[in-house]
């Protein structure tokens, strides 16, 4: 890798997040999930929804969530019903093992541990990195 030092820091921040990002595509593909599965599962943490419901939780189309669905109930983690109220209505609720999957990534803390093992003071970078973001959104 070329000498980090010399490097602008908007490029070793890009270079991080995507390093990082790698890391926990790996932790969660070892329990058959992607990073929109896992905020998929996320978003159902208080209850069954719909299809629609769960595009403008997770911030992606309608069209986007499907095949995302379609894994999660394929892997087990969901389960998919007609709503009784209203028959053209499918509510997406976690299973049993959806739960647990959910709750070990938690339990294990795995995205924060793939950080926090390699930096000095994983607190200073997170009060940073929210002042950074914040004073680039609130432009």
């Known amino acids: 890798m070329d000498d980090l030092a010399s490097w602008p820091t908007g490029r070793l921040l890009l270079v991080a997040a995507r390093l990082v990002e790698r890391e ?3 932790v969660l593909a070892e329990r058959g999930l992607t990073h929109a ?3 998929t599962l996320n978003a159902l943490g208080d209850g069954p929804r719909t299809q629609r419901e769960l ?3 997770t911030y992606v189309e309608e069209q986007t969530i499907r095949p995302v669905l379609d894994r999660l ?3 087990g983690h969901i389960s998919r019903e007609r709503d009784p109220a209203d028959r053209r209505r ?3 609720t976690r299973t049993p093992r959806g739960e647990r999957t959910y709750t070990a990534l938690l339990a ?3 995205a924060e541990r793939i950080i926090a093992d390699r930096v000095e003071d994983p607190e200073v ?3 940073e990195l929210i002042r950074l973001i914040s004073g680039i959104h609130g432009q």
């Open 24 to 26: 926990w595509n790996a």
């Open 37 to 39: 599965g896992f905020l």
């Open 55 to 57: 595009a403008a939780r």
């Open 73 to 75: 109930e394929r892997n």
């Open 90 to 92: 499918v509510m997406v």
């Open 108 to 110: 294990g803390d795995s």
């Open 125 to 127: 970078l997170r009060a």
